[in-house]
């Protein structure tokens, strides 16, 4: 059987490097924005699925708010678990596996960290994971590419040297898929990894959100909230609330 490519890429040091220049400023500016616009209570709880390192997690938890991060990489829950206290808090969790119950105000999933799975049958069940942890009037935040301008505006292949590694990487469509190929070497030894991402564009999200017992309510096309634009924008940014109990 084959191995998700997400369990080892994402827990490889290697992710870590290729990935470093995450910018937190850009970061930060989303989260004030996002709550500029959600207004959460101050004591509202807050669950990042699929949090990384914790960077959006901490930012939040710095705002005031009682946040748990959940992300299926061992080594990047390690690092987030530095900056745990009574209201910052993280877990190594599969999003497609039940969490919480009716339990978090507002639930994040950002910078592209879904449309991994082979099946719409897993990625429904991640969502509904999502929404059973929302109480019942609680809202999901979905950050995703833009998947129509990615396609228009694909770079076959790019080159990025990082410290003493140089990164052969290579990108092609296959299948509703966007597939990035990941090629080094590192003390004399030759690594390649794989990234597979489901071009999901909006009517796909409002079949799948339907099938999960969510909602759309609001859409953005960047992090300074501006309206979704399918040829123009970076990002779809989706605001959902759960319409079951």
Known sequence: MQTDWFKSWFNSPYYHILYNARNQEEAELF??????????????????????KGR??????????????TDLSYASI????????????????DMRNLFY????????????SFGYFDTDKDHINA???????????????????NSDKIARNLVPNEVKVIGEI??????????????????????SQNFSFTEEVRAFRLTDFERLFAAAGLQISRTFGDYDLNPFDVK?????????KKTGC
């Open 166 to 187: 140089t990164f052969t990487i290579s990108r092609k469509i296959v299948d509703s898929k966007i597939i990035k190929s990941i090629a080094f070497s590192d003390k």
């Open 101 to 112: 119950i009716n339990y978090f105000d507002f639930a994040f999933n950002l910078f592209t």
């Open 31 to 52: 989260i004030d924005n996002l709550c500029n616009f959600l207004k959460p209570a101050p004591d509202s709880k807050m669950l990042d699925i699929a949090c990384g």
């Open 127 to 145: 969502l509904k994971s999502f929404a059973k942890s929302l109480k019942k009037d609680g809202l999901l935040v979905m950050d995703y590419m």
């Open 56 to 69: 959006h997690s901490v930012y939040l938890n710095k705002k005031g708010f009682d946040v748990t991060g």
């Open 78 to 93: 390690r690092f987030a678990k530095k900056f745990e206290n009574p209201t910052l808090q993280f877990f190594v969790h």
């Open 232 to 240: 123009k924008s970076d990002r779809l940014i989706i605001i959902c």
